[in-house]
C-alpha cells in the first residue's frame, strides 16, 4: 500500500509538469501493485486499499478532462484509433453506406459554418461538429425507432432537461441553431463527468446511466480507457463511437480510404423577423415570391407549416424582409384543423371497453381508428387514438354570414374548421370543398366560403337575443321544436348565446 501510494505522488508531480502521458502510465502502476495485494477478510487495511483504489480512478479522470479541455493545445482531443471496429465501420461507408456517407457530407455544409462557431464559443473540441453525420445524415426532421428527433437526435425528456421547447406549434429539436446549442451544453456535462470524449459521446448516444451501470458492473469498477467497455455496451451504441472515429478519418484524408466528396451545400444566410400570430408558411411564401420550401427549411421546428399563435421569430431569407414585412399585414390568421383525435396510453389492467367507457366512446370506433384486428389484444404502454366528439355550433360563436346574389357565403372565424360548418348547414366536408376547390381541410380567418346546403327554401336567419331559448324561438316562428333543432345541428341539451345566428322557416313557408 506504501509503494502504491508513492507512485501515486509521482503521478501527481506528472501531471503538475504538464506530462500527460507519464502521469496516467504512473497511475496505472499504482492500481497494479493495489491489485497484487490480496487481504484477509477481517484486515484493517482493506478500507484503506479501497479508499486509494478511489482515488486513483478519480484521478485518471481529472487528468483525461483537463488534458482533453485544453483550448488551443495541440493534444489529440478525440483518439483517432484505427483497430479493427474502426475499420469496419470504414469499410462500410466505402461499400454499403457510401451514398448515405456522401449525401450527409454534402449537407452538412448548411450548418457546418454555425456548428463550428458554438464550438469556438464553448471551447470544446471542432471534431464534435460530425456529430449529426452519424446521428441524423444532418438531417433536421431525422427521426428514430427511439423517437429521437433532429439533427442532433434528442428524445424529449433530454431535450427538455437542455432547454427545448416543445408545444403544439413548434419542436425545437428539428431547430439546428437552438439544438446544436443543446447539445453541446449535454456533450460537456457529460465529458466533465466521464473524463474522456470517446466515453462521452457513448454516453450521448444511449444516455448517460446506461453507461454508468455498465462501468459499475465491472469487476473492479474502474474504467481508464473507453475500449475497455465497448464490446460490453448496446450494440447500437457500440457502434456509434467507431462511426464517429471512423467519419473523422475519412473527412480528414478522404483520398486515403477512396472519396471524392462533393462539395458541401452553402447555408441559406437570413434575418430574424418577430411576429406573434399563426400564419402559413405556405401563404406567406407565394405572397414573397418565394419556393415553399425555403421558408421551410429554414424554420424547420414548426410542425405545422405555420408560426404559432404566440410571439415567435420567423428566419426569411436575407433581402427578402421588407416583402415580408408587407406581407404579414395583408394576409389572414390561420386555423389550424381541429383535431379528431386525442391519444391514451394504454395501463396494465386496462381492456377495450373499459377505455371506451371512459371516453364516452365505443369500442368499434376506437378499433376502427387504430386499425384493431382483435379488440382484446393491447398492451399496458400502448398508444391508443382515441375519437374527440364533435362539438355544435350552439357551443361555439355565432357564425356570419352574408348573402351575396343568390349564394350564400359563410366567413371564418377563429377556431372554426370545416367540419363545424358542415355541421351547422347541414351538408358535408366533401361537399364545402368540392364546392370551393379546397385542396386541404385548412382555412383562413376572413375567408369567405360558398355555402350549397340542405337549408329549405324560405328559410331566414334568426340572430338569438337575451332570454331566448329553442323551444320559445320555434313557437315564435310556429315551428316545430325538433325542425329547429335539426335544422341547426342541435339537440335537447344544446346551450344557445346571444347574438348566435340560427335557421328558422316561418310558419307560412313550413309545416309539419
Known amino acids: 500500500l506504501e509503494d502504491a501510494l508513492y507512485v501515486y505522488q509521482d ?3 506528472a501531471w503538475e509538469k504538464g506530462d500527460f502521458d507519464t502521469a496516467l502510465a504512473t497511475l496505472d502502476d499504482a492500481y497494479s501493485l493495489i491489485l497484487k495485494l490480496n487481504l484477509p477478510p477481517d484486515s484493517s487495511l482493506i478500507q484503506e486499499k479501497n479508499d486509494l483504489r478511489l482515488l486513483i480512478a478519480q484521478r ?3 487528468i483525461y478532462a483537463s488534458q482533453l479541455t485544453a483550448v488551443g493545445n495541440n493534444h489529440q482531443t478525440i483518439p483517432l484509433v484505427e483497430n479493427e471496429h474502426v475499420e469496419n465501420q470504414i469499410k462500410r461507408f466505402q461499400n454499403a453506406e457510401r451514398k448515405f456517407f456522401e449525401k450527409s457530407y454534402k449537407r452538412s455544409g448548411l450548418y457546418m459554418q454555425m456548428i463550428l462557431e458554438e464550438l469556438r464559443k464553448a471551447g470544446l473540441p471542432e471534431e464534435l461538429a460530425w456529430v449529426p453525420l452519424i446521428e441524423s445524415g444532418f438531417q433536421v426532421r431525422a427521426y428514430s425507432r427511439a423517437r429521437a428527433l433532429g439533427p442532433w437526435q434528442f428524445i424529449s425528456s433530454t431535450g427538455y ?5 416543445r408545444d403544439r406549434w413548434i419542436d425545437e429539436r428539428m431547430d439546428p441553431i437552438k439544438s446544436t446549442k443543446a447539445a453541446l451544453k449535454y456533450l460537456n456535462d457529460l465529458h466533465s463527468h466521464f473524463g474522456d470524449w470517446t466515453t462521452a459521446l457513448a454516453a450521448y448516444n444511449c444516455g448517460e446511466y446506461k453507461v454508468k451501470k455498465v462501468i459499475r458492473n465491472q ?3 474502474y474504467l481508464d480507457n473507453f475500449w475497455d467497455l465497448y464490446l460490453m455496451l448496446p450494440r447500437e451504441t457500440a457502434s456509434f463511437v467507431p462511426r464517429f472515429i471512423a467519419t473523422l478519418l475519412i473527412v480528414n484524408d478522404p483520398e486515403k480510404y477512396g472519396f471524392n466528396l462533393p462539395t458541401p451545400d452553402t447555408p441559406l444566410e437570413f434575418v430574424r423577423l418577430p411576429m406573434n400570430s399563426p400564419i402559413r408558411l405556405s401563404s406567406l411564401s407565394k405572397a414573397m415570391g418565394l419556393k415553399e420550401d425555403v421558408l421551410s427549411s429554414l424554420n424547420p421546428e414548426l410542425r405545422h407549416g405555420a408560426t404559432p399563435g404566440y410571439e415567435y421569430v420567423l428566419r426569411v431569407p436575407l433581402g427578402f424582409a421588407e416583402k415580408a414585412m408587407i406581407a404579414l399585414n395583408t394576409l389572414p390568421t390561420w386555423i389550424p384543423p381541429e383535431a379528431t383525435y386525442r391519444i391514451h396510453r394504454v395501463r396494465r389492467g386496462e381492456s377495450l371497453s373499459l377505455i371506451a367507457q371512459r371516453y364516452r366512446t365505443s369500442i368499434s370506433s376506437i378499433a376502427r381508428l387504430n386499425r384493431l384486428r382483435r379488440v382484446d ?13 364533435g362539438r355544435s355550433y350552439a357551443s361555439s360563436p355565432p357564425p356570419k354570414l352574408v348573402k351575396e346574389g343568390e349564394k ?9 374548421s370545416l367540419y363545424k360548418i358542415a355541421s351547422a348547414f347541414s351538408t358535408t366536408v366533401g361537399k364545402i370543398k368540392k364546392d370551393n376547390s379546397l385542396e386541404s381541410d385548412a382555412l383562413d380567418v376572413g375567408q369567405k366560403i360558398v355555402i350549397q346546403s340542405s337549408i329549405p327554401q324560405g328559410a331566414t336567419i334568426y340572430t338569438v337575443r337575451r332570454g331566448d331559448s329553442p323551444s320559445r324561438i320555434a313557437n315564435k316562428y310556429g315551428m316545430n321544436l325538433s325542425i329547429l333543432l335539426s335544422l341547426n345541428s342541435l339537440n335537447y341539451r344544446s346551450k344557445i348565446y346571444p347574438g348566435q345566428e340560427l335557421w328558422v322557416v316561418p310558419k307560412k313557408q313550413g309545416s309539419n
Not at 382 to 388: A, S
Not at 408 to 416: E, Q
Open 11 to 13: 503521478s501527481q508531480l
Open 60 to 62: 485518471i479522470q481529472e
Open 161 to 165: 432537461r437542455y432547454g427545448l421547447k
Open 219 to 221: 469487476r473492479f469498477n
Open 377 to 389: 389484444l393491447i398492451k399496458s404502454g400502448q398508444r391508443l387514438k382515441i375519437p374527440v366528439r
Open 408 to 416: 350564400l357565403i359563410y366567413i371564418v372565424r377563429r377556431g372554426d
